[in-house]
């Protein structure tokens, strides 16, 4: 089964642009199905889809987030990443990659906690 790793910093500073790429160990990025997702878990607090990138190419993100979110992918290295801008206080969470197939994240990342703080 797919294995997906997430990387980055763990601090990063207020307005400062957070950005994290997640790993995958299969060549299944553009593979007909398969969402490469972002989400993320503030502490106390529950899930939050940040957005995600389709095998086309196209992305899909949260409403809420959008102004300050992009994904991109670089399929050669078999990566995909997130990048989200002035970032606030808030924006401390565990952040994780997964594969979405038929709507659901199926296969996660072992997460990664970033801070937001100067």
């Known amino acids: 089964q797919v294995q997906l790793q997430e990387s980055g910093p763990g601090l990063v500073k207020p307005s400062q642009t957070l950005s994290l790429t997640c790993t995958i160990s299969?060549?299944?990025?553009?593979?007909?199905?398969?969402?490469w997702t972002w989400i993320r878990q503030p502490p106390g607090k529950g899930l939050e889809w940040i957005g995600n990138?389709?095998?086309?190419?196209?992305?899909y993100y949260n409403p809420s987030l959008e102004s300050r979110t992009a994904i991109s992918r670089d399929t050669s290295k078999n990566q995909f990443t997130l990048h989200l801008s002035s970032v606030i206080s808030e924006d401390t969470a565990a952040y994780y990659c997964?594969?979405?197939?038929?709507?659901?994240?199926?296969?996660w990342g072992q997460g990664t906690q970033v801070t937001v703080s100067s």
């Open positions: 997964a594969r979405a197939e038929y709507g659901s994240p199926r296969y």
């Open positions: 299969d060549g299944s990025m553009t593979t007909i199905g398969h969402y």
């Open positions: 990138i389709a095998p086309s190419g196209n992305t």
